[in-house]
């Protein structure tokens, strides 16, 4: 198989496997939130630390830790998937599963954002307008809910964020999962043993099913990050580009089909506004790189 057929593999791989977290995460009721959460890190963690010692690849963290604007960084990352894997686990068992959908579909265009005021990248005047129309998507989108979409903005901005973050860290994927995994991992422990210690622990006390569920969670997080990882070396970024938009796809898909949540007039017009905002930000993007691989033939 070659390269580039693997990449496809890998990629469409993640992002089914993004789709369809809804439905895990579902099954890990009455677990709440915050100890789902706790359990994703601590069990990220382990599953990656036997995934580098099976790859001897635990060498880094010597080098690591003498990079101490590294580990800023890091903690940093930490935070914001914290506030990202909080934000989308509670939002998947309050059945808002439908906005959760929106704030991946937004996050495109947040990091658009993000790139202008960061990274001081200019935007063409295709990219303004889809903003552009983004914004009026959320304004349209708070009308019907009758607030601000937090818990979609709050995900798109705090995965936004993150990827910034990445970015300039510049780690792999496996490693950069478990040394982020590994900073919350004592506070996730901490806020386990607090929560035994009140009796409101579920992990062990539902059923045999729901605890291998749960010890699962860090395998079900960190499997899709290493095919990304995969897709992501292998694939064009624009190809990346269109895949990402598998997931939030099924993830409404699940939210509407499968946990009937509603979907009114109104609410269905700012998702439209959503699309057609990533369908002018795309198009204007393949655009920009064909026109830009035209021109560098010609000067060679």
């Given at each position: 198989?070659?390269?580039?057929?693997?990449?496809y593999?890998?990629?469409?791989?993640?992002?089914?496997?993004?789709?369809?977290?809804?439905?895990?995460?579902?099954?890990?009721r009455?677990a709440?939130p915050?100890?789902?959460?706790?359990?994703?890190?601590?069990?990220?963690?382990?599953?990656?630390a036997?995934?580098?010692?099976?790859?001897?690849?635990?060498?880094?963290?010597?080098?690591?830790?003498?990079?101490?604007?590294?580990?800023?960084g890091?903690?940093?990352?930490?935070?914001?998937?914290?506030?990202?894997?909080?934000?989308?686990?509670?939002?998947?068992?309050?059945?808002?599963?439908?906005e959760?959908?929106?704030?991946?579909?937004?996050?495109?265009?947040?990091?658009?954002?993000?790139?202008?005021?960061?990274?001081?990248?200019?935007?063409?005047?295709?990219?303004?307008?889809?903003?552009g129309v983004?914004?009026?998507?959320?304004?349209?989108?708070?009308?019907?809910?009758?607030?601000?979409?937090?818990l979609a903005?709050?995900?798109?901005?705090?995965f936004?964020?993150?990827?910034?973050v990445?970015k300039?860290?510049?780690l792999?994927?496996?490693?950069?999962l478990?040394?982020?995994?590994?900073?919350?991992a004592?506070?996730?422990?901490?806020?386990?043993?607090?929560?035994?210690?009140?009796?409101?622990?579920?992990?062990?006390?539902?059923?045999?099913g729901?605890?291998?569920?749960?010890?699962?969670?860090?395998?079900?997080?960190?499997?899709?990050l290493?095919?990304?990882a995969?897709?992501?070396?292998?694939?064009?970024l624009?190809t990346?580009?269109?895949?990402?938009?598998?997931?939030?796809?099924?993830?409404?898909?699940c939210?509407?089909?499968?946990?009937?949540e509603?979907?009114?007039?109104?609410?269905l017009a700012?998702?439209?506004?959503?699309?057609?905002?990533?369908?002018?930000?795309?198009?204007?993007?393949?655009?920009?790189?064909?026109?830009h691989?035209?021109?560098?033939?010609?000067?060679?």
């Amino acid at each position: 198989m070659n390269q580039l057929r693997l990449g496809y593999l890998y990629g469409i791989g993640a992002y089914l496997l993004w789709g369809f977290f809804p439905v895990y995460l579902k099954l890990l009721r009455p677990a709440g939130p915050v100890e789902i959460l706790a359990h994703r890190i601590v069990w990220s963690v382990a599953f990656v630390a036997l995934l580098l010692a099976a790859m001897r690849h635990v060498g880094f963290l010597r080098t690591l830790a003498r990079r101490p604007r590294a580990l800023a960084g890091i903690a940093l990352a930490a935070v914001l998937i914290a506030v990202n894997w909080g934000t989308y686990i509670y939002g998947v068992n309050s059945d808002r599963v439908v906005e959760t959908a929106l704030g991946y579909f937004i996050n495109p265009l947040v990091s658009v954002l993000f790139g202008v005021v960061a990274l001081r990248e200019r935007l063409r005047p295709a990219q303004w307008a889809a903003l552009g129309v983004g914004a009026l998507a959320v304004a349209v989108l708070a009308v019907d809910y009758g607030r601000l979409p937090w818990l979609a903005l709050t995900l798109a901005f705090s995965f936004a964020g993150y990827g910034l973050v990445k970015k300039r860290l510049a780690l792999p994927a496996a490693e950069g999962l478990f040394v982020e995994s590994a900073v919350l991992a004592l506070p996730a422990l901490a806020y386990l043993a607090w929560l035994s210690a009140r009796g409101g622990l579920m992990f062990g006390h539902v059923s045999a099913g729901h605890t291998a569920l749960l010890v699962l969670a860090g395998a079900a997080t960190a499997i899709p990050l290493l095919l990304f990882a995969g897709a992501a070396n292998r694939l064009p970024l624009s190809t990346v580009g269109m895949l990402q938009y598998l997931a939030p796809i099924l993830q409404l898909g699940c939210g509407v089909l499968l946990f009937h949540e509603p979907m009114p007039p109104a609410r269905l017009a700012g998702f439209a506004l959503v699309w057609l905002a990533l369908v002018v930000f795309t198009v204007e993007a393949l655009h920009h790189s064909h026109s830009h691989r035209r021109g560098g033939q010609r000067r060679s």
